[in-house]
């Protein structure tokens, strides 16, 4: 598996696995609804952020994610990152390799510290996963997150110290 800067040609690749996952509603807190050209705008790179994707030995895009500074001024040595795996490749590292290439990428951009503002308590292999790379769970909002299968759960806050 190779991750690579996402180019725009990759994005034919990268919605209908990212459309399905936000439709679902289970991990993702955009809106359900969302069209393809405000998907385009909010995942694919941009001045601000940097956008990756993890592709198989035969081209095949397996998932991808959107890294950026969580916030900007004073608060910017913090970074922050989306994932989206397809679940066709769910289970083959592909989050794991994803993760640590976006910890690489904070480290040598000069980030401080990586902040997951949204991580849904019911996403259990997500926050597994978050944890086994050294996060810790800093904070957890009450009912933060709506699931259409769980009902309202906990939206955790997590970090890791670079």
Known sequence: MLIRE?????WQAIW???????????????PRDI?????REMWMPSATSRTVVAVADDGTVLGSARMYANHMGPASHI??????????????GVGRALGEDMLAWARSAGFRGVQFNAVVESNTRAVALWRSLGFEIIGT????????AHGYVGLHIMYRKL
Request: proline share 6%.
């Open 6 to 10: 996402a180019v725009d040609g990759d």
């Open 16 to 30: 209908p696995f990212l459309h399905e996952i936000v439709s679902a509603g289970e991990t993702f807190s955009w």
């Open 35 to 39: 069209d393809e050209v405000t998907a």
């Open 79 to 92: 970074a922050s990152a989306s994932f989206m795996v397809d679940a066709r490749h769910s289970r083959r």
């Open 141 to 148: 909002v009450p009912e933060g997150f709506r699931s259409p």
